[in-house]
């Protein structure tokens, strides 16, 4: 005890270490999220060149004048063309349709993990991450290969007669959630069972001692308590689900046109690097909007306490 004392005051007496703890954090944020942001900004708002780099100078001098060149051009694009806003929109429906599977497939296995028996916790949560120890890649193709018009899955279903011919799954939205919630279901079972595994189970004695069902007690008790588990782990699928790219182009085809798969298309194959900053700022903002949400959530939670 006598340690940990001395060690706060001498930290307390380092100059400058309440600045670099607090620091930190918004220096990180500054160094791998606002810098690279202001450069894809800078990027949206220059004209497509034919040149390295592919896009216009902002700010040059002519003669002995300094000029700033904003061009508005790549937003104005993306507005008046309806193929964006489609793209937009699919992202956003694929990411909450796969969010809300993720939730209902998640939640009891979380629940199932956290109800177990403790020394078979860590088995069962070894098992839910067993299939990331492969290659995120090879796991897609290994889909592709189950869904296609000659894959494992139609086999079995001709083969027991299910069917008389091959059923289209490949390069449809189908593809598209199986694949998303296959890749994407731990990150949500992982913040859910940490959240319920810390319940408080008299509460569920209690409940019981006075009457109420199971299926009550888990509906007025158990999931409420998991609401912050529910938000953190719809974010981590949701966030990386908008910007997913390597899903849609494998198992979607051009059936599914996501908002990634247009970033790269736009940077790589059209080289209008404006039109693919443009792109990727406004999902941004987009993404910003649930992460503010979130962040005000949690912080009344803890004004709450």
Known sequence: MNINLKSRWDLARVPGSRWAIIGGPYLWLGVFFLLPFIIVAKISFAEAQISIPPYSAMVEWVGDTLTINLSRGSY??????????????NSIKVAFFSTLFCLLIGYPMAYAIAKAPSYQQPT????????????FLIRVYAWMGLLSNNGYINQLLMGLGLTDS???MMNTNFAVYIGVVYSYLPFMVLPLYANLSKHDGTLLEAAS??????????????VPLSKNGII???MLVFIPVVGEYVIPELLGGTQTTM????LWQEFFDNRDWPVASALAAIMIMILIIPISIFQRYQQKELEAR
């Open 232 to 234: 953190a782990g719809s």
């Open 166 to 168: 091959s059923i289209q």
């Open 209 to 222: 001692d006075l009457g109420a069902r199971k299926i009550v007690s888990f509906f007025r008790i158990t």
């Open 76 to 89: 104005v694009w993306l507005f008046s063309d309806t193929l964006y806003i489609n793209a937009y929109w």
């Open 124 to 135: 069962l949560l070894l098992l839910v991450l067993l299939p990331s120890w492969t290659s």
């Open 259 to 262: 908002i990634g798969k247009v």
